[in-house]
């Protein structure tokens, strides 16, 4: 008998307009509102492969070639879309919505071109009054470009989600279906493979193991059959077999399937029948057995495991499906039957359908395998019984139905073993399969963080051994993140953080390394409330034989300094590093805050340079640069002092700088200078008036060269700067009345050019 609730694979449709149906428990054609759909009187002739919809109870809901979309009164559904065709070789896979039962997911290469494109559409069985429809803007949505036909779907190990397995561009793409929608960004796999490249004719399919443990792929440009390991965790592909290549010959292999117990694969080989793998050491596999006595193969022939357990076959060219009677047993006992339905004579039967995955997995599967959750065991069967023995592994013997709850009281492995007994109490059947459990973690309270300071970072790492709280670090994995959703999905972790004022949440979350379904998250919040600063100078100076106040600002309740004292004020006598500590109060919570104080002895540095402007009658200026920073005083007659280093507006004459230190009280050092200037025009006729042009100044400042130019540029003289200066004169004769140009350079390499006045 059937199991209720596990045929999803019970209606069958087929490319060439064949259709049949399991719902009376053996194989039949299928009737649709009395009519029979033999071989040649179908609905669909698309691709080679449907997709075909039922839900749990064995009703149709629709199905699909992946353009034309039959409701299940064999209806077009209304917004069935036309602008883009599936591509014919193509597998497709659908699955459920997690979030809503109403919803499926249906997947299809699209060909644009040579281009091939995975593609999804949604059906929503809430329209159309119950009898579904597309929901139009999601019609073939682009997931990834050069791809080959191959798809499968996998179950999540959290029983809820699906993955959604290609291969293309020289790796496999994982993308996972979950309550959220369907991922945009692919789980990668490096297989070490590089079976397709993207282009169309990349045919071949491949299948996922009925316990979502294995992948197995054929690819008939290589001639291949390739075997991999998936983890249904993290969605991720490694090959553990591959075959040597078949004779050459075009397409060698067209079918891949796996045995119910996962623990026997078959192919199809187009001159060499089926073959069949023994899986059930993965360390070692031994060489394919044929287990078809005819020769002569079977030509594009496809596989497909019904909801009776059998392994169907479909012969392409005839009107019969084959079966393989015995899939989990190895070599010719597994029985294939070459006819085991026949629709009608000269009919040309194609591709087997797809399914979506059952409600359970087939055998014994578990849902919530944290410590601390209630777990539920599940067995999913074709062969319904009316009692289930349940042996949990650790002496727990419980009698019930194909579905118990049970919470295991400490983390390890466990053999589970289920048996199913008929009204008579007999066995009918039984079935094993190893269970872990994995240890969770849980987040003791954590206190909030209070920060007083700007600009302060918080690495998370350093938190580690007090979130983890005695956890071993090898077992368990701590990472932080900004919001609880990034937390919830992992994504986003954050290293450190420097915070703004206000209030931020940071959510901890600690994953068993060895599952990350068993985690706990918490959080705890960052406070930082207006930023206050310890307003005293850091950097601050000791004078030979006296003594140094620091005294601290006013406005807090307590200070404490490095040297012991919890006065505001200390009196100091020798240098160093000296800190204070305070403590504001802030109403709800005080805040503690450090500086650091640098006490050295004041030294007496020399002045470093002096910067002149002059050349003007009463502009001038005078800046004094100090060797080393500190506070000091200026002055130019050693009676009034400044603080600025700068004296303005200063009229042509001779000074004397003079620089004290403040702290200290003494003389730094003293400077004399010189401001320069010049007549604006000379009246040279030998009257003892303005007779010579020199440089005021220019005798006491050494090293100045003066040079003289006419309006032309010609070089007129070179003066003395010690000497009486121009007379008017060239190679002795007089100069003409005329505007001249001088160009004066100091020692500094500083040089200033200007004009003046010739008059006779």
Request: proline fraction near 5%; glycine fraction near 8%; charge should be negative.
């Amino acid at each position: 008998m059937k199991s209720l609730g596990q045929a999803e694979r019970n209606n069958w449709y087929f490319g060439a307009l064949a259709g049949v149906s399991f719902n009376g428990g053996s194989l039949s054609s299928l009737n649709d509102n009395g009519i029979l759909r033999p071989i040649a009187f179908g609905q669909i002739q698309g691709p080679d492969n449907i997709a075909v919809v039922n839900d749990p109870a064995g009703n149709l809901l629709f199905y699909t070639e992946g353009r034309v979309f039959k409701n299940r009164v064999q209806q077009n559904m209304p917004s069935t879309p036309t602008d883009e065709y599936a591509f014919r070789e193509s597998q497709q896979v659908v699955t459920r919505n997690p979030a809503n039962p109403d919803q499926y997911y249906i997947f299809v290469t699209i060909q644009d071109g040579l281009m091939m494109r995975l593609s999804y559409t949604i059906v929503d069985m809430s329209l159309d009054n119950g009898l579904g429809d597309i929901l139009l803007e999601s019609a073939h949505t682009i997931l990834l470009n050069n791809v080959g036909q191959q798809m499968t779907t996998a179950q999540h190990a959290n029983g809820r989600d699906i993955w959604v397995i290609c291969q293309g561009d020289g790796t496999f793409n994982s993308f996972l279906v979950s309550p959220g929608g369907v991922s945009t960004v692919a789980i990668r796999s490096q297989t070490g493979l590089s079976p397709v490249d993207g282009n169309f004719n990349n045919f071949g399919a491949i299948e996922t193991s009925p316990n979502n443990q294995l992948i197995a792929g054929i690819f008939s440009d290589l001639g291949k059959v390739f075997l991999f390991e998936f983890d249904n965790l993290t969605g991720q592909l490694n090959a553990i077999h591959e075959d040597e290549p078949a004779v050459a010959q075009p397409l060698p292999f067209t079918g891949v399937e796996f045995s119910i117990n996962s623990e026997v694969l078959y192919v199809t080989h187009n001159t060499a029948g089926i073959r069949q793998y023994d899986l059930s050491d993965l360390n070692q596999i031994p060489p394919f057995v044929n287990i078809t006595p005819q020769t002569g193969g079977l030509p594009f022939s496809h596989l497909k495991r019904g909801p009776d357990g059998k392994v169907y076959v479909s012969n392409r060219g005839t009107s019969f499906l084959g079966a393989i009677n015995n899939p989990n047993t190895l070599g010719i006992g597994c029985n294939y039957q070459a006819n085991v339905f026949n629709f009608s004579s000269g009919a040309h039967l194609l591709d087997l359908p797809t399914f979506l995955l059952p409600d359970r997995p087939e055998g014994i599967s578990i849902l919530n395998i944290c410590l601390g959750e209630t777990s539920q065991l599940r067995f999913g069967t074709d062969f319904f019984s009316t009692n289930y023995e349940w042996n949990l592994g650790n002496g727990t013997i419980i009698m019930g139905s194909d579905t118990i709850n049970y919470a295991y009281p400490a983390p390890g492995t466990y053999t589970v073993t289920v048996q199913g007994r008929d009204q008579f109490g007999s066995p009918t059947f039984s079935d094993s399969k190893e269970v872990i459990i994995y240890d969770s973690p849980v987040i003791a309270p954590i206190d909030d963080i209070y920060n007083c300071l700007e600009d302060t970072a918080f690495f998370f790492v350093f938190m580690e051994d007090e979130i983890l709280d005695g956890l071993d670090p090898t077992v368990f994995q701590v990472s932080y993140y900004l919001n609880e959703d990034d937390a919830l999905v992992r994504d986003n972790n954050v290293i450190e953080y420097t915070p703004g004022i206000g209030s931020q949440t940071v959510w901890v979350r600690i994953d068993n390394r060895l599952n990350f379904q068993c985690f706990d998250i918490s959080s705890f919040d960052i406070i930082t409330p207006e930023f206050f600063t310890i307003d005293i100078d850091t950097e601050q100076f000791l004078c030979d034989n006296s003594d140094l106040s620091l005294r601290a600002p006013d406005g807090f309740v307590s200070y404490e300094w490095n040297t012991g004292s919890t006065d505001q004020e200390i009196i100091i006598n020798a240098t160093g590093d000296y800190r204070l500590t305070v403590v504001k109060d802030l109403g709800s919570f005080t805040c503690e805050a450090s500086i650091a104080i640098d006490v050295s002895l004041a030294s007496l540095p020399a002045i470093e340079m002096i910067n002149i402007t002059d050349w003007s009658s009463n502009s001038n200026s005078i800046e004094v640069i100090m060797e080393e920073a500190g506070e000091y005083e200026y002055s130019l007659d050693n009676l009034i002092f400044q603080s600025s280093n700068i004296f303005s507006d200063l009229p042509l004459d001779d000074y004397q700088v003079f620089v004290r230190d403040v702290v200290c009280g003494e003389l730094v050092s003293s400077e004399e200078l010189f401001l320069l200037y010049y007549d604006k025009f000379f009246t040279p006729n030998s009257d003892g008036f303005n007779d010579y042009w020199q440089i005021f100044n220019s005798k006491r400042e050494t090293g100045l060269r003066i040079s003289i130019y006419d309006r032309y540029g010609k070089l007129m003289s070179i003066i003395d700067p010690q000497g009486l200066g121009w007379d008017g004169t060239y190679n002795g004769i007089a100069a003409p009345s005329s505007d001249y140009w001088f160009r004066v350079e100091r020692p500094s390499g500083k040089s200033y050019k200007g004009h003046f006045t010739l008059k006779r």
